[in-house]
């Protein structure tokens, strides 16, 4: 098969509908400051909470939002919740990737028909605001796919939750979506779990990338992209392939302990904008050499933005069939080498960068040498 050739979906074969990302949940060491963080380096609005004062004894959640994107922030006071647990061995890090569905009864038997393992079984929860439908699916690594139904809810969040608002201005960034999230597998698991979204929600391999696309002196991985049918979900899954010296996705498999959430892309419209007002709020990125603009735009062809512009933060351009695409990759948020964010900006093109790869892995690659795992 002709690599990295983005495939259309001729015919919708989701095995239920599925209206966009719920919500991504984050489990953590601190959810009060991780919080703080969220709001006044990226910009996301507090607009719910739950814990001791609502009543949850055991775990605090915040939810932050901006745009369409909900963040939920999870710790627990109770060093023997699972949480807690999850924490201790992963790192702060991605524990749901939430998605809306019309029927969260309906999604779940109909995914468990199909060889998905349960996280849990459908529930109904309510208050005074309507009520919220939840059930939930495993997916690789300790990671779960919630699938929520709010179609009858009306309040902040879903019950449990009462409405709170960040203390302190935040400003928006102009985050806009969730574009795509990220998994690393363990070598060998990467067909099993796209052959997983394949079989048990219906979704379409969009694109494969092999370690010819992929690779540098030092490292290689193998991806596959997987879709639903409306686009609105796309999970790329990368394995490690042989290197030379350690890849970076076996740097974060030694890191996080086993497969997850490597990272999470999200969609604005003033790229420049946002990532100018990041770098202000002091967040870090990786680091691709000024000569990279002195061949991009023949590479890429014309572009709307002012290529210093982008040289000035250090944005990446590449294009497809169908246009181009503006993207930057932070430093790892976490304490370990795993979960970071890439900040993209769509001008048409629906691909995922290819043409950037070599650069931003040997940026990968000064970062893994710096913190001596390479
Ligand atoms: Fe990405």
């Known amino acids: ?172 960034l102009g985050f806009k979506y969730v574009d795509h999230c990220v998994g690393n597998v363990e070598l060998g698991d990467m067909n099993k779990w796209v052959k997983f979204y394949e079989e048990v929600l219906g979704f379409k391999l969009l694109v494969t990338f092999d370690d010819k696309d992929i690779s540098t002196d030092y490292t290689a991985l193998m ?28 740097e974060y498999l030694d890191f996080y302990k086993g497969a997850g959430v490597q990272h999470i892309a999200i969609a604005c419209d003033d790229i420049v904008h946002t990532v100018e007002s990041l770098r202000n709020n002091g967040i870090e990125f990786l680091y691709v050499p000024d000569n990279y603009y002195d061949t991009v735009l023949e590479r890429v062809g014309t572009i709307k933005e002012d290529l210093q512009e982008l040289k000035r933060m250090n944005i990446l351009v590449d294009r497809d069939e169908e246009g181009y695409l503006l993207q930057i990759f932070t430093k790892p948020l976490m304490d370990r080498p795993t979960v970071f964010f890439e900040i993209i900006e769509r001008h048409g093109a629906k691909s995922f960068g290819k043409g950037n790869f070599k650069a931003l892995f040997e940026a990968i690659e000064r970062e893994q040498e710096l913190r001596g795992n390479l």
Request: proline letters at 4%; hydrophobic letters at 35%; glycine letters at 8%.
């Open 223 to 250: 991806s596959k992209v997987v879709s639903n049918g409306n686009g609105y979900i796309k999970f790329p899954i990368n394995e490690p392939a042989d290197g030379k010296k350690k890849s970076q996705i076996e």
């Open 1 to 172: 098969m002709n690599t990295s050739t983005i495939l259309q979906a001729e015919t919708n074969t989701d095995t239920f509908p599925i209206n966009g990302t719920d919500y991504v949940e984050f489990y953590v060491g601190n959810a009060k400051q991780t919080t703080l963080f969220y709001q006044h380096c990226f910009g996301f609005e507090l607009i719910a909470y739950k814990g001791p004062e609502t009543g949850s004894r055991d775990v605090v959640s915040y939810v932050l939002q901006q745009g369409k994107i909900r963040f939920v922030i999870t710790s627990s006071l109770n060093p023997d919740h699972e949480i807690l647990k999850h924490v201790a061995k992963h790192g702060d890090g991605v524990k749901v990737l939430a998605l809306w569905v019309d029927n969260a009864e309906e999604a779940y038997h109909k995914a468990i028909e199909r060889g998905a393992e349960s996280a849990f079984e459908p529930l109904k929860i309510e208050d005074e605001h309507g009520y919220v439908k939840l059930a939930s699916i495993k997916t690789y690594g300790e990671t779960v796919h919630t699938l929520v139904e709010r179609s009858h809810y009306k309040g902040a969040f879903m019950p449990g939750f009462i409405a709170k608002k960040s203390l302190a201005p935040v400003k928006s």
